[in-house]
């Protein structure tokens, strides 16, 4: 098993040897985000073959993660040490934090071997420094009318260098912040206490920051740290709300005054929220920095990938995200033949208007069985375990195109032609890929129930 070592203030030296020429942007390799946010990731590092490797706990749970290994050259050599040190916590291995071209590495060492997806909440937003410094052309106008409209209505302002002897007002700051919007403060959440330690530790781990003062009144407070030679990180940005165009002052005049050297400003992740997203991007980010999530997959996710593809013609994408999102080996039906699965089903949790519902979702058969009753096989025993279930309704589309697939589930007790609809919180595509295609068949256990105008089935896991 590899010794990995908790990160360590002493620690930085050797961890930004790797990190400052690697060229990735990735938030998460700023070593004072490492250090600031170790009570919630618990992260730790190791070298392996002429790589830096940081182990985590995902979202500070018991699953561990690897973020991608960093250093010159081709990582794959060290992906089967990562995948026994996984084994050896009892775990499968996932690394975290992909780049393009960190997941085009896996993929052509192990092929089919992994699956891939890339979380739209979390990747980060990278701008060209000199964009965010002079705020040009048409696009930007809008924050330059905010900043002339801030600049008039308070003529006092000014921004200095945030140093310790600021760091008590930027601490308030932020709890008023938190209890206007949350309506607590008794208990100092994992983001406060980061930047307790940050701020414990600003100058050991090279954070640089910024405020601006209305009169002698703190506004807004920033800082944010080096993720390599030329990528500076913006891990926080605050401000008092009642200073309309605070945000957008502090973020134009902190890049102003950060090194030269810095060409690209991460702002970090927008975590799904609307709001923040829209903020980010009104800046206009030179990129999104992917950061791709895979997973080593078991014996049947790779079966069941393959004999997706195949059947439905689903690009890799589709199928990656199906099984790291909803996957289970206890929900799918499968049949053998020839000494590999020929056909499977997946049975997934909803509710509807009908109450609990199944959903038959992936019904498959390798062409190469088609016709010896496989699927009339999973179909009979999907039937009995819904009913023994006690499920309200079942549901399933069938392929459009394929009217004889009709007769074919009406022998299973389907019937109708619903328009339907799904809900998850991931607004994942249960349907057909086209919305108004989606029209569902369905199994009620009390037939005499009428149908719906519509279905809407809520995931209920």
């Known amino acids: 098993m590899i010794e990995f070592k908790p990160v360590r203030l002493e620690d930085r030296a050797v961890i930004e040897r790797y ?54 050259g081709d990582f794959g050599p060290i992906l089967p040490l990562l995948r026994e040190d996984a084994h050896a916590h009892g775990q499968r291995l996932r690394i975290i934090g992909l780049t393009d071209e960190g997941r085009d590495t896996i993929r052509r060492i192990v092929p ?58 930027c601490m308030a700051l932020e709890r008023e912040w938190r209890k206007a919007h949350e309506g607590h403060t008794s208990e100092l959440c994992a983001e406060q206490r980061a930047m307790q330690r940050a701020f414990e530790h600003f100058e050991e781990l090279g954070l640089i920051g910024g405020c601006i003062y209305v009169g002698d009144r703190l506004a807004a407070f920033t800082y944010g740290s080096a993720v390599n030679d030329h990528t500076f990180d913006t891990h926080v940005e605050k401000a008092d709300t009642e200073f309309d165009g605070a945000f957008t002052i502090i973020n134009k ?7 030269e050297r810095f060409t690209l400003i991460n702002r970090e992740e927008d975590l799904g929220l609307d709001g923040l997203r829209q903020a980010k991007l009104s800046y206009h980010p030179a990129f999104l920095q992917h950061k791709f999530a895979a997973i080593c997959m078991h014996p049947d996710e790779v079966a069941c990938k393959e004999l997706w593809m195949k059947a439905f013609g689903d690009d890799e994408q589709f199928a990656d995200s199906f099984i790291m999102r909803y ?26 208007e009908l109450g609990r519902t ?42 459009p195109g394929k009217e ?12 109708g032609d619903v328009p339907a ?13 086209d919305a108004a295609a989606d029209r569902a068949m369905v199994w009620r256990r009390d037939s005499s129930v009428p149908l719906p105008e519509q279905l809407t089935a809520s995931w209920h896991s």
């Not at 590092?45 to 018991?62: N, P």
């Not at 499977?344 to 909803?350: E, G, K, N, R, T």
């Not at 062409?367 to 309704?393: C, N, W, Y």
Request: with cysteine; charged share 25%; proline share 4%.
């Open 19 to 72: 990190t400052m020429p690697s060229g990735i942007c990735n938030c998460d390799l700023a070593f004072a985000n490492m250090y600031c946010w170790q009570a919630v990731f618990h992260s730790a590092w190791a070298e392996i073959g002429g790589f830096l490797v940081i182990r985590f706990q995902i979202d500070g749970g018991e699953r561990i993660g690897y973020m991608q290994p960093v250093g010159e």
């Open 404 to 415: 004889w697939l009709r007769e074919f589930y009406g022998r299973f007790g389907f019937a």
């Open 327 to 352: 996957y289970s080996r206890r929900r799918m039906l499968t049949a053998e033949a020839g000494g590999r699965m020929a056909a499977m089903l997946h049975l997934l949790p909803f509710r509807t």
């Open 421 to 433: 609809r799904f809900v998850s919180a991931d607004r994942f595509d249960f349907g057909t890929g």
């Open 112 to 169: 089919c071997h992994f699956a891939f997806e890339s979380d739209r909440a979390l990747e980060d937003y990278v701008y060209n420094a000199d964009d965010l410094r002079n705020l040009a052309g048409r696009r930007y106008q809008p924050k330059r009318n905010h900043i002339n409209r801030f600049t008039a209505e308070y003529p006092d302002y000014c921004y200095e260098e945030l140093t310790p002897d600021r760091f008590g007002e």
């Open 358 to 399: 199944t959903y038959i979702y992936g019904v498959a058969t390798d062409p190469a069985f088609r016709g010896r009753g496989l699927a009339s096989q999973l179909m009979r025993e999907a039937m009995r375990l819904i009913a023994e279930r006690g499920d309200d309704a079942a549901l399933l589309i069938p392929t």
């Open 253 to 259: 005049l902190f890049a102003q005054h950060l090194p």
